[in-house]
């Protein structure tokens, strides 16, 4: 896939999954779970106030009855709900609403009935299309992980393979961002990324075409590569971004749908089940592809 649009011909394809959202009590949320209904893509569960989602419902023109409803007006209670559905057995993929990031995780990761399987290391993983990229962008991770050690960029790096395979990326270039290109063993994050490449070559990480360090420009920029003369067989034509750090990873998000008008979709990857992350001010288009994304990431 090079569009983000194309992961609703596979979803119509397959059996619909169920999605469970967090306090849907927002036009955002409640338009971006009825277009992926309309378009055949889930089912959709609110978890919120009932008589919000009616207001909403009513004035966006939406009939209220395609959803299942499950009344909570407290904020921190409905995801608790949606968790509880999804242990249950009851919905196969977590959305955020109208809720902060904060309390959408720690419903996530409440030990008693969260949905974070032990020693599990959550991360967040978008696609990115770019009008000014050929193709779809893989990124990880731009709003969890702070400051990712060696093991957590192996998890993320198997993240952002399991993404890029779901939309029909078979063994995708990736490319381990640094600063600079150049080996500097004064800067952790060469030498993470000296190291990923390594395993990489020596066949313990598979799946995958890998080179790093690596700069952002070099990793997706043809011209960039011409002009500096630079050798590699991910230079300038990257699937997949495994950043250092969240502030390098969230800046490259935001600059994507701000500057560029991107198009994204955003899960959290490591739960029980796909998490729809998404910011409370992404549009209802952001939303409905990452519950597309969800959908195709889910077991």
């Known amino acids: 896939m090079n569009k983000l649009e194309q992961m609703f011909e596979v979803l119509r394809s397959r059996p619909k999954k169920r999605l ?19 378009n055949g893509l889930i089912e959709g569960i609110l978890c919120g106030d009932k008589d919000v989602i009616a207001k909403v419902c009513e004035a966006e023109g939406i009939d209220i009855n395609k959803f299942t409803i499950v009344h909570e007006p407290d904020e921190v209670k409905a995801a608790t709900k949606a968790c509880d559905l999804i242990n249950a057995g009851e919905a196969d993929i977590m959305m955020k609403g109208l809720l902060s990031t904060d309390k959408y995780m720690r419903a996530i990761l409440n030990k008693e009935r969260g949905l974070c399987p032990p020693n599990a290391t959550l991360a ?21 992980i702070p400051a990712p050690d060696f093991k957590q960029k192996q998890t993320l790096l198997k993240y ?44 313990q990480i598979k799946g995958c075409i890998v080179d790093g360090p690596i700069s952002l420009d070099l990793a997706i920029d043809a011209e960039a590569v011409a002009i500096k003369g630079f050798k590699s067989p991910v230079a300038g034509d990257a699937d997949c971004l495994l950043f250092p750090c969240i502030e390098a990873a969230n800046v490259f998000y935001k600059c994507n ?31 409905l592809y990452s519950i597309a994304l969800a959908a195709l990431l889910a077991k």
């Open 20 to 38: 469970a959202a967090a306090y849907a009590n927002d036009d955002h949320t409640i338009c971006a779970v009825s277009a992926a209904i309309d």
């Open 160 to 203: 952002l393979v399991a993404t890029a395979n779901a939309l029909d990326i078979k063994n995708p270039k990736l490319a381990v961002i640094t600063a600079t290109e150049q080996m500097l063993v004064g800067m952790q994050a060469c030498v993470d990324a000296a190291l990923i490449a390594k395993m990489a070559e020596r066949g």
């Open 124 to 144: 967040h993983v978008c696609a990115i299309e770019n009008p000014n990229y050929h193709k779809l962008l893989i990124a990880s991770d731009c709003a969890i």
């Open 257 to 287: 749908s701000k500057f560029d008008h991107a198009e994204v979709a955003a899960v959290v990857m490591g739960a029980k089940v796909p998490c729809v992350l998404s910011s409370r001010g992404d549009s209802s288009q952001t939303k």
